[in-house]
T-cell receptor, first 114, second 111 residues
Framework: DTEVTQTPKHLVMGMTNKKSLKCEQH?????MYWYKQKAKKPPELMFVYSYEKLSINESVPSRFSPECPNSSLLNLHLHALQPEDSALYLCASSRGQGGIQPQHFGDGTRLSIL | SQQGEEDPQALSIQEGENATMNCSYK?????LQWYRQNSGRGLVHLILIRSNEREKHSGRLRVTLDTSKKSSSLLITASRAADTASYFC???????????FGTGTKLQVIP
């Protein structure tokens, strides 16, 4: 069992839909991350939150909107996505931001855009 | 852009054999981590080695780091079918800079 919980596990949406991905951790971690992973590729960083503030945005298109309501929750709001956005979206957390801190990953949300 | 490149891209071995995978990176780093990803699952942290360390062990895992060659290797000894997974190295350049994942090695351990 992973300590980072992501919902839903699967999501199919049309290009005009609005949906949200959710991520939750109760390890007291203060850094949380969103990654996008295409098949047979490594995870690509999208956003980093540190102490509930956006710390890194890897020039992600505005159709992806992150939100960190509190230290345990991380959301990714989706709107007007494109077929190429179909991927596995992974959430991760760590004690603090920085490469010295191992990241704990959820099992992801597999997103398909019709 | 990806910091690390791993080789081989894919590796198939018999159970009980050792598996070695390599990671090369382009710029100086602060830390290097190895992660495992089972099919359809998230990544699991295996081991972290700092830039001033040369070797580290954890159970059946042995990691080496050669900063002069900008490379690291992960050795899994006495492999098991449960070790079948993709393995990624991940590097950072210190401070609050992001962690960047390598291209990954897909390991298959045949029972």
């Amino acid at each position: 069992d992973t300590e980072v919980t992501q919902t839903p596990k699967h999501l199919v949406m049309g290009m005009t839909n609005k949906k949200s991905l959710k991520c939750e951790q109760h390890m007291g971690h203060r850094a949380m991350y969103w990654y996008k992973q295409k098949a047979k590729k490594p995870p690509e960083l999208m956003f980093v939150y540190s102490y509930e503030k956006l710390s890194i945005n890897e020039s992600v298109p505005s159709r992806f909107s992150p939100e960190c309501p509190n230290s345990s929750l991380l959301n990714l709001h989706l709107h007007a996505l494109q077929p190429e956005d179909s991927a596995l979206y992974l959430c991760a957390s760590s004690r603090g931001q920085g490469g010295i801190q191992p990241q704990h990953f959820g099992d992801g949300t597999r997103l398909s855009i019709l | 852009s990806q910091q690390g490149e791993e080789d081989p891209q894919a590796l198939s071995i018999q159970e009980g054999e050792n598996a070695t995978m390599n990671c090369s990176y382009k710029t100086s780093i602060n830390n290097l981590q190895w992660y495992r990803q089972n099919s359809g699952r998230g990544l699991v942290h295996l081991i972290l080695i700092r830039s001033n360390e040369r070797e580290k062990h954890s159970g059946r895992l042995r990691v080496t780091l050669d900063t002069s060659k900008k490379s690291s290797s992960l050795l899994i000894t006495a492999s098991r079918a449960a070790d079948t997974a993709s393995y990624f190295c991940a590097t950072d350049r210190g401070g609050y800079q992001k962690v960047t994942f390598g291209t990954g090695t897909k390991l298959q351990v045949i029972p």
